[in-house]
């Protein structure tokens, strides 16, 4: 079974500053897909961006980016240029290509909270 | 906005109590999801539904039980619950059999057992 873990339960980040939430995971499969997904206070989660894994390009959405490290098994969210909306929890998740029982499921994190200080 | 909603938003309930949580989503997917998440937990997964037939259930406990009528509508109904059950229960949707597609989450129903 796959496993994702964010190791950061809170993270802060000063307005217009750089941040960067770990992620790591835990599969013995070569394909799959990544995403972040942002829950604001108001609690609709959102996708921030995904990554596939047999892309070695990171993906970048804006000021969002990815470092994805396939051999480390890491898949971690950079956000430049922070600014007091991205204040949320981010959940890192796994999604199998897989057949079977687990299609489509998506495997979650524990979450990280990102708060930004003006 | 995402295109699902979900009622009610909040909801508190006693442990005889029964009632349901609704799910709709406007986005014409034909996949449906419940999560439950729980404080310091990750998101669990507890049912999908394809097509409307009911393609997992993560061992979740006989006191909740889904009913998917329709490709855009799903219930959660809850009954005798317990209060380890109180958490924020989410509903997302997809097109089925697109892999790489996103889910589309609900805003939730914040619940808690009495």
């Known amino acids: 079974a796959q496993t994702v873990t964010q190791s950061q339960p809170e993270m802060s980040v000063q307005e217009a500053e750089t941040v960067t939430l770990s992620c790591t995971y835990d599969?013995?499969?070569?394909?799959?897909?990544l995403f972040w997904y942002k829950q604001p206070p108001s609690r609709q989660m959102i996708l921030v961006i995904r990554?596939?894994?047999?892309?070695?390009q990171n993906a970048t959405e804006n000021r969002f980016s990815v470092n994805f490290q396939k051999a480390a098994k890491s898949f971690s969210l950079k956000i430049s240029d922070s600014q007091l909306g991205d204040a949320a929890m981010y959940f890192c998740?796994?999604?199998?290509?897989?057949?079977?029982?687990?299609?489509?499921?998506?495997?979650f994190g524990q979450g990280t909270i990102l708060t930004v200080h003006p | 906005e995402t295109g699902v909603t979900q009622t009610p938003r909040h909801l508190v309930m006693g442990m005889t109590n029964k009632k349901s949580l609704k799910c709709e989503q406007h986005l014409g997917h034909n996949a449906m999801y419940w999560y439950k998440q729980s404080a310091k937990k990750p998101l669990e997964l507890m049912f999908v539904y394809n097509f409307k037939e009911q393609t997992e259930n993560n061992s979740v406990p006989s006191r909740f039980s889904p009913e998917c009528p329709n490709s855009s509508h799903l219930f959660l109904h809850l009954h005798t619950l317990q209060p380890e059950d109180s958490a924020l229960y989410l509903c997302?949707?997809?097109?089925?059999?697109?892999?790489?597609?996103?889910?589309?989450f609900g805003p939730g129903t914040r619940l808690t057992v009495l």
């Open positions: 990554q596939e894994a047999y892309k070695q």
């Open positions: 997302a949707s997809s097109r089925s059999g697109q892999i790489k597609g996103e889910q589309f």
């Open positions: 998740a796994y999604r199998s290509t897989a057949g079977g029982t687990s299609y489509g499921k998506l495997t």
């Open positions: 599969t013995s499969e070569s394909d799959y897909y």
